[in-house]
């Protein structure tokens, strides 16, 4: 998949009027690993990893 | 973007020998000439097999791997083909190449057995391995899609099954115009979100297992995450056994569409041959209706002699009465001159009876008189009336009207049963040798099929209502476990919720993005469609839920029926659309697509094709579009035309420049 524009547009609108709470990088980081993956196992555990991640900054901060 | 570069074929069906297409680098169109038979198919095939590692054929049926290599090249002992397809994708370059050869040790093959077949995908050099290959080709240009970019006259049929949304191709077709369009990121994250919530809620009930405090409200919320795995997992079983069946169902439609007309032609017969059942019943009832009616109607002939009969009867029954009431008066006339002969004083003047008058009186009283005829009269009329009696009761009722009524009734149903008959032997002769078995069963199978899928689906439906029971009941227990957990609750809880928020917002992102979707295909494919059809009353499509389109009169009304050019030009509306609207886009390769278009679309469609994708090749034979015609339309954005020569029947080349027409 190579444009996600409109997708990710989408996907932002919704994120900033209903999901303020939701950190925009990690949305996009999920949409970004599922327009690559084809298997949905590795696909959960990249998401499961980003956002292991993101929860152990943020404890860090 | 895929950008096709090159296209060598080796004894690729009527392709002998290496034969070659270089695809311009440029935005355009590359246009290969060839009238039919020489393989323009065969070509849009090769693109296929290349791609996909399959060969299709009419009603998209699998062309054996035997018969695809070249004939000539085969007599000479070279049997199978190659196909290299050389493209760029993302910045990337790719030689994919497809080998289909004699296995070792088979000097003459015989069938698809006797054939291995192999694939090498190379990224900038780098020959990737089988899965990685494999995975490569799926996310460039995954097969469920191919039907946007490699065009031919199936795709009519398929577009107009859109149209139709109980239909199960049309949902196949939509699924895919999904794919291309790049929901399944949404959905497959919406999927994968929803799992990884359930695993964060697993670990939350496990945590607070493991506290004192909350272990009961842990053990219950391990209850509830256990039963919602068993309803899952059921409503995956049953959601699992309707795709299939509704695979079957689509499956057999495909193959049901190929024997429709067999199809019409069974169903006329048999719905004649019920209609003709029912006509004989009629017939027997009404030639019954006719017998009953004709053992009386003989009654009708004697109904004039009875009529006379009657009147004569009344006649002299009128008479007879008649003279009864003389009779009576003459009586009692008789006894006052009997009295006044008596007593000789008149009893109505009271005045004395003279001799002379008394003489006549006694002439008057001995002479025969009415009364002694009277009660002769008495007898006679009660004879009469008692024949008058029987007479009434005897109704002959005329049923001439009801009997022809009948007989024409009757002679208008044999008639009617005679051209069924016929029809019938006519339908029979035109399916002769036909086997009708097959489509029997699948007409049976059919109905079989949409019989379960209703059964499933009344299954799904409280399956899915449990489901939200007890994701209701989690999340009671997770709001009361947050109100007395301890720290590492609370980082279970933070994951959970964190999950779910992604959860929802993926969920909420899938339906937003399909209807902005819609509706940016509808505008594109409008814009299009009013480029490309000459009929000035269209203003324009709209499109349903699955995606079909419906060209719209200016009037605001729906055109119920269109013509196959219509058809067209809407399919071509919807895939530039597509193509304009879709995260993924590739070239378009268009088999023979102006064919049933008039000279004014063929101008509107040639013209637009630039402005439908990025890279354009048309496989056209040179009546269909004339060369220096596409050369005027296209001007600049022509990029390369090629024909095909025929050397053989079996024998065809290709070369760059327009042959005969040059």
């Known amino acids: 998949m190579s444009d996600l524009k409109d997708l990710s547009a989408t996907v932002e609108d919704l994120r900033s009027k209903k999901y303020k709470e939701l950190p925009s990088d990690l949305v996009n980081a999920i949409l970004a690993i599922e327009a690559e993956a084809l298997d949905s196992l590795k696909a959960a555990r990249q998401i499961e990893r980003v956002i292991d991640k993101w929860l152990s900054e943020k404890e860090a901060k | 973007m895929l950008r096709l570069v090159q296209l060598r074929l080796q004894n690729f069906g009527p392709y002998k020998g290496d034969q070659v297409i270089d695809f311009p680098h440029d935005d355009g169109v590359t246009i290969v000439y060839g009238e039919n038979m020489r393989g323009k198919t065969s070509l849009l095939n090769a693109i296929r097999y290349a791609l996909f590692g399959k060969l299709l054929g009419r009603g998209s049926n699998l062309i054996p791997l035997h018969q695809t290599g070249n004939w000539e090249a085969a007599a000479d002992g070279r049997f199978g083909f190659k196909v290299i397809l050389a493209f760029e994708h ?8 497809r080998i289909c050869a004699p296995r070792p040790g088979v000097s003459k093959p015989e069938s698809d057995a006797d054939y291995a077949e192999e694939a090498l995908l190379r990224k900038d050099k780098n020959v990737l391995g089988p899965g990685e290959r494999d995975d490569e080709l799926a996310r460039i240009m995954p097969e469920q899609v191919s039907r946007f970019f490699l065009f031919d006259g199936e795709l009519l049929q398929q577009y107009e099954e859109l149209l139709r949304n109980e239909s199960e191709m049309g949902q196949q077709i939509a699924q895919a115009i999904e794919r291309i369009l790049g929901i399944p990121i949404l959905t497959n994250a919406r999927r994968d979100l929803r799992e990884l919530h359930k695993a964060a809620q697993k670990q939350e009930s496990k945590a607070a ?53 067999l199809g019409a032609l069974l169903s006329e017969r048999d719905r004649l041959a019920k209609e003709n059942g029912e006509l004989d019943e009629k017939i027997a009832a009404k030639r019954d209706r006719l017998k009953e009616v004709l053992a009386n109607s003989w009654h009708g002939m004697l109904s004039a002699k009875l009529n006379e009969h009657r009147r004569a009867v009344a006649t002299k029954t009128q008479e ?81 009207d009801l009997i022809r009524e009948l007989i024409v009734t009757m002679e208008d149903a044999v008639v009617e049963r005679a051209t069924k008959l016929d029809r019938i032997a006519e339908i029979e002769d035109q399916i002769k040798g036909v086997d009708q078995s097959t489509f029997y069963a699948q007409k049976s199978e059919y109905e079989a099929l949409i019989r379960d899928i209703t059964i499933l689906e009344g299954g799904i439906k409280p399956q899915r209502q449990k489901g939200l029971e007890i ?50 295909v509808e505008a594109d494919a409008t814009s299009l469609f009013v480029k490309l059809t000459s009929e000035p ?27 196959a050019g219509a058809e067209h030009v809407v399919a071509l509306s919807l895939m530039g659309a597509l193509q304009k609207n879709a995260p993924l886009r590739g070239p378009i390769i268009m088999d023979s697509p102006l064919q049933r278009l008039d000279d004014t679309h063929t101008r509107n469609v040639v013209k637009a094709l630039p402005h439908m994708a990025q890279q354009v090749a048309l496989l056209v ?11 005027e339309l296209l001007l600049g954005k022509l990029r390369a035309e090629y024909h095909m020569i025929r050397r053989s029947a079996r024998h065809t080349e290709i070369e760059k420049g327009i042959g005969s027409a040059a």
């Open chain 2, 621 to 631: 034979y040179e009546s269909e579009l004339k060369p220096q015609f596409a050369r």
């Open chain 2, 209 to 261: 297992q493991k506290d004192l405090q909350t272990r009961e409200l842990g053990n219950h919320l391990a209850d509830l995450t256990e039963q919602r795995a068993h309803q899952e997992k059921e409503l995956a079983r049953l959601e699992a056994a309707v795709a299939q069946a509704r695979e079957k169902k689509a499956a057999l439609e495909g193959a049901m569409r190929k024997s429709e007309r």
């Open chain 2, 537 to 563: 009353d269209y203003k324009g499509l709209a499109i349903n839920e699955s995606y079909g389109l419906s060209i719209m009169h200016k009037d605001g009304h729906e055109i119920p029926l269109r013509s």
């Open chain 2, 320 to 400: 007879l009465e008649a003279r009864a009431k003389d009779a009576t008066i003459a009586a009692t006339l008789l006894d006052q001159k009997t009295v006044a002969l008596k007593e000789r004083v008149c009893p109505v003047c009271r005045q004395d009876v003279s001799s002379e008058a008394g003489a006549a009186l006694v002439a008057e009283v001995g002479a025969p008189n009415a009364a002694d005829q009277a009660i002769l009269d008495q007898d006679e009329l009660l004879e009469l009336r008692k024949e008058m009696a029987i007479l009434a009761g005897l109704d002959p009722r005329d049923d001439t």
């Open chain 2, 90 to 97: 993302d910045g990337h370059q790719y030689e994919l190449t």
């Open chain 2, 471 to 520: 994701d209701e009941s989690i999340a009671e227990i997770e709001k009361r476990l947050r109100k007395v957990g301890g720290v590492e609750m609370e980082k279970e809880r933070q994951r959970s919720d964190l999950y779910g928020k992604l959860h929802s917002l993926f969920s909420d992102a899938v339906a937003e993005y399909r209807e902005r979707l819609r509706k940016r």
